[in-house]
């Protein structure tokens, strides 16, 4: 009952955050204030009457409760729509209403979420705050259950490429562990996915954490990753082309999420370029082919490395070559796994903030301005010339305004670039 209480809070705030982010978020426009009038009576009656059935009414059953919650998502998207564009049209008393139904629809989505744990080994020991305070899951609480979001994000979606070794929890410990851990003898093993140990309160035993060649040193290495493809103005490259860039995070140890990344476990981080320009698969096989150069050869590493990458189509492509293969055979045991983007948010962050030596995409538009400005400028210069090729006045004037306007304003560019920067 404690662990239905606190996912319900947790819902609570979710669904509370939605409602925050619609006031924040700028008004959208399309539905007028007198439209929206009737909508705000509507939704005020619906919500009247689910408040009836949700908090009034215990004595229905689940599967009633649910049709109502499922009424009640719609009239929250609604309710959310009126906030975000005539926020005057929702008086105290309408949003207290709509508080008390929230708290009474995420406590019925808890005892949802608590039936669905019972289906997994130690389901108890999910923690669906992992799902919901993370990325944007929680936004598909408006058109989905919570129990169906937290079901989606257990999956075992994680392909995986190499000598993957499955790992095992007790019935009533708190770590998970090898098959052959010493510290298991004659406990029986339940065998658990990667994707479900990630969402539970499970920690790594020693079998795994001590785990170290004959010079100490641990002989799990995991790896993220993160692709991007950005486009570059014309202007700078004479066509609409892109720039693809990937970072990588090299930890020390056995990590399955990476709010485990730690400044004691990082060994090296880094990004790098490629040519390609559309398609991301190829930028992230070029990512794994120089994680596996760089911890080989650079690193000296050749033991267990375990690769995580937010591109599915990559599980499927990157064998298929003899090249992936040699290097495979450098290692130990090499394991792919796909992870959601909102789960590689620190890749994601080293590839975006040290793109183009760490100019800031605000700073890229900027200068892009300035240059489509300068070139203004000389095609203004080159009209007047072929004019009247005596107009050496007004061509003298264009010319200093030019010199002037690039030796003043690129150097404010660079200047604020380097201020924060360096």
Not at 183 to 194: A, D, Q, T, V
Request: glycine content about 4%; overall charge neutral; charged content about 30%.
């Amino acid at each position: 009952m404690e662990d239905t209480k606190k996912d319900s809070q947790i819902i609570e705030k979710s669904y509370k955050k939605i409602l925050q982010s619609a006031q924040t978020k700028k008004a959208r426009k399309g539905i007028s204030h007198d439209v929206d009038v009737e909508n705000a009576d509507r939704i005020r009656v619906k919500i009247m009457r689910l408040s009836v059935y949700l908090i009034e009414f215990t004595s229905q059953t689940f599967t009633e409760n649910q049709q109502h919650v499922r009424e009640f998502k719609k009239a929250f998207v609604e309710y959310r729509g009126i906030l975000n564009r005539h926020p005057d049209l929702i008086p105290g008393g309408l949003r207290e209403k709509m508080s008390n139904l929230i708290s009474a629809v995420a406590l019925h989505e808890a005892v949802g979420v608590s039936n669905m744990k019972k289906q997994y080994p130690r389901g108890e020991c999910i923690d669906i705050s992992r799902i919901f305070d993370t990325g944007k899951l929680y936004t598909r609480l408006t058109r989905e259950f919570a129990a169906d979001i937290v079901k989606e994000a257990l999956k075992d979606h994680k392909d995986t490429i190499g000598n993957k070794e499955t790992l095992y929890i007790t019935a009533t410990g708190d770590r998970y562990h090898r098959y052959d851990c010493p510290f298991c003898r004659g406990k029986k093993l339940l065998p658990i996915s990667m994707s479900l140990l990630e969402h539970q309160r499970f920690t790594p035993c020693r079998c795994l954490t001590k785990q170290q060649d004959e010079n100490g040193i641990d002989k799990n290495v995991t790896v993220f990753i993160d692709e991007s493809i950005y486009q570059l103005d014309q202007i700078f490259t004479g066509n609409n082309s892109g720039v693809s860039t990937f970072g990588y995070i090299i930890c020390r140890g056995m990590i399955t999420s990476e709010d485990q990344i730690s400044e004691e476990n990082i060994i090296l981080t880094g990004i790098d370029y490629c040519d390609e320009e559309k398609r991301t698969t190829i930028v992230t096989e070029n990512a794994i082919g120089k994680v596996l150069i760089t911890l080989a050869f650079g690193l000296k590493i050749a033991n267990h490395v375990h690769i995580k990458v937010d591109n599915r189509t990559v599980l499927g492509t990157w064998m298929n070559n003899e090249i992936s293969k040699q290097m495979l055979s450098m290692f130990e045991s090499v394991t792919l796994e796909y992870i959601p983007r909102e789960m590689n948010t620190k890749a994601d962050k080293l590839t975006r903030e040290d793109l183009f030596m760490k100019i800031s995409r605000q700073t890229y538009r900027d200068l892009v301005k300035a240059a489509k400005s300068a070139e203004a400028l000389t095609n203004d210069i080159k009209i007047q010339m072929e004019k009247n090729s005596g107009l050496s006045q007004e061509i003298e004037r264009l010319y200093r305004e030019l010199y002037s306007y690039r030796k003043n304003h690129f150097k404010y560019l660079v200047q604020e670039w380097e201020g924060e920067h360096f």
